[in-house]
């Protein structure tokens, strides 16, 4: 009994002892425990702290920025003002000054391009209308959108009021696109929402015209030919070699346009350049139904640094810019009736614009350019007067 009883007593002792060191390893657990829930509100603490401090800054800075982006709002609208009272002055002083007049002054020049026209010029000119408008300012512009290349021609049939429009992308193509108005242009997806009309043969430079149902354009090839193609019927309604030798871009700033094509009030014409006269721009009345030049001008509008002319009853206006693209203008003129000289016509700069017109076509029934700068098609509306009043 004393044995049993003794080893009642040892492992009740060896019980208690483990059942304390139990108890000690729990407690230490808990207590660094403790210990690490302690740390994490303290480092929750920083961190919440630092965010608070980090989100004031925040908002100082944002704060500062929004009165630095007004403050340069401000000196960005008081530059644009400037800028426009800049260009506004410029403009008042190219008007009066002017610029360098595009007449050569060689009296043997002169002499030679007076022998030249009476030769070519015989026979006076005889009107088809009684169209007496020149141009006087540009009123105002309107940059529809932007279809294609940098280089291209736009146009309204310049003969009719069906006010359909056409657009040839680049320089050498045979494809090109029509709409049923500037609208259905300007609502469409690039060329998408146009009827793709095919042609027999590829286009050279920008010089085409659409003139009463029919296109007229330059052949590409070496051949300079005239083709006079029906829009109606999808064919080719005739063709003739231009007959002038030995021909050079007419516009030294578009180099890929050996004769510019233009309708006006008095029927179509072809504005070219030659060897023979390498200088200046020619001017030659052409018969719509034949082809056949009816009769040819020299003209006193150099080539070098010209971009693209256009014919207003009758007067040629070559318009100039440089070969660092800056302000067009229209620099030299040219009236077959002699109703207008060079130095009595107004200079006349267009808007700013992102280079370089590759053309510009008029229509007669509107008073607007149908202008092609940098792939954007634009129309620049006319302010007319009458050349006797010049």
Not at 139 to 146: D, E, F, N, P, S
Not at 196 to 205: D, E, F, K, N, Y
Not at 287 to 301: F, K
Not at 333 to 347: G, H, K, L
Request: charged share 25%; aromatic share 10%; with cysteine.
């Amino acid at each position: 009994m004393r044995v049993l009883h003794f080893l009642v007593v040892v492992l009740s002792g060896l019980a208690a002892a483990q059942q304390q060191a139990l108890m000690d390893y729990l407690e230490r657990r808990l207590l660094a425990i403790e210990d690490r829930i302690s740390l994490w509100h303290e480092q929750t603490s920083r961190y919440a702290s630092e965010l608070r401090e980090f989100k004031q800054q925040m908002v100082a800075q944002l704060d500062g920025l929004d009165k630095n982006k007004e403050a340069l709002r401000s000196e960005l609208d008081a530059v644009g003002v400037r800028m426009d009272r800049v260009e506004r002055e410029m403009d008042y002083l190219e008007a009066q000054n002017g610029a360098q007049p595009c007449v050569d002054v060689d009296d043997k020049l002169v002499e030679q391009q007076v022998t030249v026209a009476k030769e070519r010029n015989k026979a006076k000119y005889s009107k088809l209308t009684d169209c007496s408008d020149m141009i006087s300012s540009i009123k105002a512009m309107k940059i529809l959108k932007r279809v294609g290349g940098s280089k291209g021609m736009w146009t309204k049939d310049m003969g009719s009021s069906s006010g359909k429009i056409y657009i040839f992308n680049g320089t050498g193509e045979d494809m090109l696109y029509e709409f049923g108005s500037v609208r259905d242009f300007t609502s469409s997806q690039g060329t998408s929402g146009g009827t793709r009309i095919q042609l027999p043969s590829s286009w050279g430079g920008m010089g085409h015209v659409v003139y009463n149902n029919h296109l007229y354009y330059v052949k590409d090839g070496e051949e300079l030919r005239l083709m006079k193609f029906d829009l109606l019927k999808g064919l080719v309604a005739d063709s003739a070699v231009f007959p002038a030798k030995d021909q050079l871009p007419v516009y030294s700033l578009n180099p890929e346009t050996y004769i510019d094509l233009a309708a006006d009030e008095e029927g179509l014409w072809a504005i070219y350049a030659t060897k023979e006269n390498e200088k200046h721009v020619l001017l030659a009345k052409v018969d719509p139904q034949t082809l056949a030049i009816e009769q040819m001008w020299d003209t006193p509008c150099p080539r070098e640094n010209a971009e693209a002319a256009f014919v207003v009853c009758g007067t040629v206006y070559v318009v100039y810019n440089s070969r660092l693209p800056s302000r067009s203008r229209i620099q030299c003129v040219f009236d077959v009736s002699d109703m207008v000289t060079n130095d009595d016509a107004p200079i006349v700069y267009f808007p700013k614009r992102y280079g370089t017109h590759s053309s510009l076509k008029y229509s007669p029934l509107e008073q607007l350019l149908y202008a092609w700068d940098d792939g954007y098609q634009i129309l620049y509306k006319l302010q007319m007067k009458k050349k006797l009043e010049v």
